[in-house]
């Protein structure tokens, strides 16, 4: 089965303060996903990363993917409380039981004063 | 543009009724796909359909089941309801073409069943 792992599952921060969100994944994928969901909303799109190298960057959040070491990252700058939220990895493939996209079991961040 | 739209938004049934949810993606958007969310399983992908044909399935019974019409609207059903098919149901449209396959989410169907 292939696996789509974030890590931290839980963080607490404060204002201001950086941290890196990590998302592995266990197959070849040239393409990943960063959503966002608020408590009870739905999944909003944050990022496509779609080759190797691939960064993007929106306002305090930026993200990477490295396809050789099966890795993308999640980068908060600055965390304001606006960023609260829960921020999940997909990773694309294609055709199988598990569908197009394998999420990974989300990080709930949550940042304070 | 429209987005993705859900319908209905929330829902409580008793276990053993059936349930069938709706699903409008986005215009022009030929996939749709449906996945179940609860808290202690993440987001599990139930089936994609791709111009009214069922193209993949997800590791769930056959109390689940869907469709897709001509108009690319989606319904998905569950029969026989369990307590354990209580969570956020979430659909996603896509053109699905080889150079565009983001997939956008609706807003969900929160079923409850007691």
Known sequence: ELKVEQNPLFLSMQEGKNY????N???TSDRLYWYRQDPGKSLE????LLSNGAVKQEGRLMASLDTKAR???????????DLSATYFCAVEVFGGSQGNLIFGKGTKLSVKP | KAGVT??????????????TLSCSPISGH?????YQQTPGQGLQFLFEYFSETQRNKGNFPGRFSGRQFSNSRSEMNVSTLELGDSALYLCASSLRTAW???????QGTRLTVV
Do not use: D, M
Request: aromatic fraction near 14%; include cysteine; charge should be positive.
């Open chain 1, 45 to 48: 799109s944050l990022f496509v």
């Open chain 1, 71 to 81: 890795l993308s990252t999640l980068h908060i700058t600055a965390a304001v409380h």
């Open chain 2, 6 to 19: 859900q319908t209905p938004r929330y829902l409580i049934k008793t276990r053993g009724q059936q349930v």
């Open chain 1, 20 to 23: 890196t969100i990590y998302c």
């Open chain 2, 30 to 34: 030929r996939s749709v796909s449906w």
């Open chain 1, 25 to 27: 994944y266990s197959t």
């Open chain 2, 100 to 106: 565009n396959t983001e997939a956008f989410f609706g």
